[in-house]
């Protein structure tokens, strides 16, 4: 398996005043996030807006950013959707645009067994010669990936690893524990990235590194350096930007702020829409306290 690294950013999808896709942007933002400390960028994730994406704009969008990324850093492509038919057109679109992985979230309202979510992941994996990830997002998807099925899935060949986002430390340790050799674990939570670094996991797939990108870098590598009160003491400054970020819906703060701090990347497609007065004053209040990895265009 390649090496995709132990910080991907979650990329935000720039759009246009137009509404359409911002591809030039996006081209720009993968670059500076590679700059300011991410090994590699998710794109057409949750924090991407997927849900509001065209089909047919999720593979130039993946195209276009691989294009800018080039060998510097791993691009991962978000292709689950409900439809796992759709998911593997949209995983085998996505080999064919040159990307180093892809990440499936577990279909969302169809609410499946664990077997259905067994034989969803087994028909991505193999659809394709890529690396693939999974994604077990239950806050938005209503359904939990268990350890069991997370472990069985990590007997296929190329399912590489999964983005955990359920907060249970236990199910999340009992992955770690139980899993294929190789099979990595990546927190899907900013404020969880400590603690499953701490159980054993590798790494974190992060919404907050687009602004402070080197000091979530320079806590990992801590972390596994074992340097634990330098990493600890960098979790704990981090934790009021991880709340002020998440203080409505992602994707909404951290595009609100990227606009603020120089890097516009537009608005957001309905049903999301931007923060009202309180709340953004309350994001820039905690987003200035801190010092921005991301360097802001000219």
């Known amino acids: 398996m390649p090496e995709f690294g132990r910080l991907l950013t979650a990329m935000v999808t720039p759009f246009a005043p137009d509404g359409s896709v911002d591809y030039d942007t996006a081209r720009r933002l993968a670059v500076a996030l ?30 276009e950013v691989k294009s800018a990324v080039g060998d510097r850093g791993s691009v991962i492509a978000g292709t689950g959707t409900s439809n796992t038919a759709e998911s593997v057109d949209l995983t085998r679109e996505a080999e064919r645009e040159g990307v180093d992985g892809v990440l499936a979230v577990t279909p969302y309202y169809s609410k499946p067994t664990q077997e259905g979510l067994v034989r969803h992941f087994e028909a991505i ?12 997002l239950p806050a938005r998807t209503c359904v939990n990936m268990t350890a069991e099925t997370t472990i069985r899935l990590s007997r296929v060949e190329n399912i590489a690893g999964v983005k955990e986002a359920s907060g249970d430390f236990e199910q999340i340790a009992r992955i770690i524990e139980g899993a294929a050799d190789g099979f990595r674990v990546w927190s899907g939570n900013d404020a969880d990235t400590l603690p499953v670094l701490g159980i054993g996991g590798y790494g974190v797939i992060s919404v907050i590194s687009h602004v402070v990108g080197r ?52 608005g957001l497609r309905l049903p999301l829409c931007g923060p009202d007065d309180s709340t953004a004053e309350r994001i820039m209040a905690e987003v200035r306290r801190h010092t921005i990895d991301l360097p802001v265009p000219v």
Not at 125 to 136: I, V
Not at 218 to 239: F, K, Q
């Open 215 to 266: 000091q979530i870098r320079s806590m990992i590598d801590d972390a596994v350096a074992g340097r634990l009160p330098e990493a600890a003491r960098a979790h704990r400054r981090l934790l009021p930007l991880v709340d002020a970020l998440f203080l409505v819906t992602n994707p909404i703060p951290v595009k609100y702020a990227l606009g603020q701090l120089g890097f516009p990347v537009g």
């Open 34 to 63: 590679l700059d300011s400390g991410s090994d590699g960028v998710l794109v057409a994730g949750t924090t991407g807006e997927v849900p509001t994406l065209s089909h047919d704009e999720k593979p130039r969008l993946f195209r």
């Open 125 to 136: 994996a193999a659809a394709t010669r890529l690396p693939c990830l999974m994604y077990n």
